[in-house]
């Protein structure tokens, strides 16, 4: 799945609902599911369900790969959507690609989220 922080549409409402979509139309399509009433209890959702992707058997998808491309513009610098990406980042089947746009970018995240979001930097100019 693809996002892009630059887009004024992007928040985290719809990339829970997106993530949640795609868990039931994939993954949990015969196990019934009960209706989440708040984007909290959507996330609590897709995080439970990504968890057992990685611990049981039965579910063929083992990973799944979300890129964010420019992850330090718009809404997604706000430290709820930082808090949440870190959260999903930390759940072994979630595999979090993301691009930035400013070298400073790492003073964003808490020491927290850093150690959550584990992540690995390489330098790609593209001028």
């Given at each position: 799945?693809?996002?892009?922080?630059?887009h004024s549409g992007?928040?985290?409402?719809?990339?829970?609902?997106?993530?949640?979509?795609?868990?039931?139309?994939?993954?949990?399509?015969?196990?019934?599911?009960?209706?989440?009433?708040?984007?909290?209890?959507?996330?609590?959702?897709?995080?439970?369900?990504?968890?057992?992707m990685s611990t049981?058997?039965?579910?063929?998808?083992?990973?799944?790969?979300?890129?964010?491309?420019?992850?330090?513009?718009?809404?997604?610098?706000g430290p709820e959507?930082?808090?949440?990406?870190?959260?999903?980042?930390?759940?072994?089947?979630?595999?979090?690609?993301?691009?930035?746009?400013?070298?400073?970018?790492?003073?964003?995240?808490?020491?927290?989220?850093?150690?959550?979001?584990?992540?690995?930097?390489?330098?790609?100019?593209?001028?």
């Amino acid at each position: 799945m693809v996002t892009n922080g630059y887009h004024s549409g992007t928040t985290i409402k719809a990339l829970v609902k997106e993530l949640e979509k795609f868990l039931k139309e994939y993954i949990v399509k015969y196990k019934r599911v009960d209706k989440a009433t708040s984007t909290q209890e959507s996330f609590e959702f897709v995080k439970r369900i990504f968890n057992e992707m990685s611990t049981e058997e039965k579910y063929e998808i083992k990973e799944f790969y979300l890129i964010v491309h420019s992850m330090d513009m718009g809404q997604l610098k706000g430290p709820e959507w930082q808090e949440m990406l870190a959260e999903l980042a930390a759940i072994p089947a979630i595999k979090l690609i993301v691009t930035v746009d400013n070298c400073k970018s790492g003073v964003l995240f808490t020491d927290h989220q850093l150690d959550l979001f584990n992540f690995v930097c390489v330098q790609a100019d593209t001028f």
